[in-house]
T-cell receptor, first 113, second 111 residues
């Protein structure tokens, strides 16, 4: 079974721009969660989607948004980029929203200049 | 607010040593605790623990959960240089899959 895939793997943007990141979960998995990882704050939860509905949202500003499609693929969008948005963005998939293992993708490294 | 604390922050050992990594948590509605290994990029899933006292084992790695004292340990025996990584502990505490992560333990295994 193929693992979680994320595109692009690397991205460089400038302040004020917007960015869209994509995540394809493991086949058959319907829950997708997004995390931001920075050296200072560690891994922080952004949001979770299941069956195209946002189930949970972390403590991030409204510039961070996401969605999930009917094939379970998910996208996250960050508008009006700030320097502090530079991070590794990780996507994780689970079979369901009950107590299942979560498997992470390779991440997208976003650098904001 | 849910809180997960890992110790030590970092550890340097030699090949063949045994290490114990600690994870303590304070959460309102505990459901499960997960351990991950992170080398270069994506965290790799190791274990998920839901019940106290039941050891999970995979090769040289094992983990156990104590829900009364609110902690978990990850043991690695006969360490190898390939075990060098950051080990992350995370807790799931509500409906859904949201995980709260600890800061990680950086393990370096020297030849």
């Amino acid at each position: 079974k193929a693992g979680v895939t994320q595109t692009p793997r690397y991205l460089i943007k400038t302040r004020g721009q917007q960015v869209t990141l994509s995540c394809s979960p493991i086949s058959g998995h319907r829950s997708v969660s997004w995390y931001q990882q920075t050296p200072g704050q560690g891994l922080q939860f952004l949001f979770e989607y299941f069956s195209e509905t946002q189930r949970n949202k972390g403590n991030f500003p409204g510039r961070f948004s996401g969605r999930q499609f009917s094939n379970s693929r998910s996208e996250m969008n960050v508008s009006t980029l700030e320097l502090g948005d530079s991070a590794l963005y990780l996507c994780a998939s689970s079979f369901q929203v009950t107590n299942n293992e979560q498997f992470f993708g390779p991440g997208t490294r976003l650098t904001v200049l | 607010e849910d809180k997960v604390v890992q110790s030590p922050l970092s550890l340097v050992v030699h090949e063949g040593d045994t290490v114990t990594l600690n994870c303590s948590y304070e959460v309102t509605n505990f459901r499960s605790l997960l351990w991950y290994k992170q080398e270069k990029k994506a965290p790799t899933f190791l274990f998920m623990l839901t019940s106290s006292g039941i050891e999970k084992k995979s090769g040289r790695l094992s983990s156990i959960l104590d829900k009364k004292e609110l902690f978990s340990i990850l043991n690695i025996t006969a360490t190898q240089t390939g075990d060098s990584a950051i080990y992350l502990c995370a807790v799931r505490s509500n409906a859904g899959n949201m995980l709260t992560f600890g800061g990680g333990t950086r393990l370096m295994v020297k030849p």
